[in-house]
């Protein structure tokens, strides 16, 4: 069992930065790789940025790389999403989701929290 709850999205001007939070709970945090993906209105779901096990490894697709990281906590089960220089096609609905590997698909998933970037 694992339950995953995303927070901290909200509405932003473009340029700001904002912080999104995945508290983990049901099982060992460290036991899972996490992901964060997102879905804007009328599109795919799609990829944004990953860590391991281990939080020694991360990745990153093209359009955040260099605007975003991630990070997880060490003594918390929680793992961060920090935006920083948003624009407005960052709009979407970001998900937290979590796997046993470090590679595969992701099995569990959050509900979503919502980030708009006004221009």
């Known amino acids: 069992q694992v339950q995953l709850v995303e927070s901290g999205g909200g509405l932003v001007q473009a340029g700001d930065s904002l912080r999104l939070s995945c508290e983990v709970s049901?099982?060992?945090?460290?036991?899972?790789?996490m992901g964060w993906f997102r879905q804007a209105p009328g599109k795919e779901r799609e990829f944004v940025a990953a860590i391991n096990r281990s939080g020694g490894s991360t990745s990153f697709s093209d359009a955040v790389k260099g605007r975003f990281t991630i990070s997880r906590g060490v003594a918390k089960n929680a793992v961060y999403l920090q935006m920083n220089s948003l624009k407005p096609e960052d709009t979407a609905v970001y998900y937290c989701?979590?796997?046993?590997?470090?590679?595969?698909?992701?099995?569990?998933w959050g509900q979503g929290t919502r980030v708009t970037v006004s221009s």
């Open positions: 049901g099982r060992t945090f460290s036991s899972y790789a």
């Open positions: 989701a979590a796997r046993s590997r470090d590679f595969g698909e992701y099995n569990y």
